[in-house]
């Protein structure tokens, strides 16, 4: 992988002969390759080597190369999002002349080790980001959800269990009606329509649930509305208000 800010390569894995060296380590970029080279290699072209000693483009550079045992080598370096990001690197420890289905096999080894790689990254940085979400959301005291549009519960914060007295698992993936039960869902039935049409939810409203009883709420309902204006569900917080209400009966019985 490569640092440009600091012109450094790190070879995080290889794979070798038992009697060559490991390769693995941190090493300048200027100790193997020219300016010329490491423009090449920035703007996405492949490097072939058949003999860096008697290649004029590396040969003043030999002593790097012969300290790992490289002679022979092709690099293929990976760019994205117009950055060079790192490189495949396939080498001999003597001179060889590379055939044309040698370069193609390595490329097709190259595409596929830096998608599968890209696709593995990000499917980490995704988990990362969802367990951020659910720590700071698992910390508020109001119930939080998205919910897609055909009325099924994707993402519930974990006030919900305490609320309904379930797990997590009992809630996510299942619909509306079979939490809430049917009193409660088909009252707020004609407000998942309209925010299902695109409007904001904004209100308060006494709900009988099926495991957690009667309860005031304050409920928001935001659309999640796709660049291309599919709707593909709502985000939702509920605030149990039922304290308050109770305290301005009581103040209003005075």
Partial sequence: ????????????????????????????????????????????????????????????????????????MVTLPYVSDGICKASLTVAHSTPHEWNSEELYLIQ?????????????????????????????????????????????????????????GVEKAAIEGKHLRDVLGDIAYEAILPNVERVLSGQEINIEQLLHYKNAGSRYVRVNYVPDIQSNGEIKGWYALVQDITERKKAEERYRSL
Avoid: C
């Fill in 108 to 164: 097709e080894v190259s595409d596929r080790v830096w998608s599968r790689i890209e696709r593995t990254r990000a499917e980490a940085a995704l988990r990362e980001s969802e367990n951020q979400l659910r720590l700071v959301t698992d910390a508020m005291p109001a119930l939080i959800s998205y919910v897609d549009k055909n009325h099924v519960y994707k993402f519930v914060n974990k006030r919900y269990t305490t609320w309904f």
């Fill in 1 to 72: 992988e490569y640092d440009l800010s600091r012109q450094i390569s790190t070879v995080t894995h290889d794979w070798h002969q038992a009697n060559l060296k490991s390769t693995v380590g941190v090493y300048q970029r200027s100790s193997f390759f020219n300016e010329e080279i490491l423009e090449q290699l920035n703007s996405g072209k492949p490097l072939i080597l058949n003999d860096a000693e008697n290649d004029p483009r590396t040969a003043d550079r030999w002593q790097s190369f012969q300290a790992l045992q490289l002679v022979a």
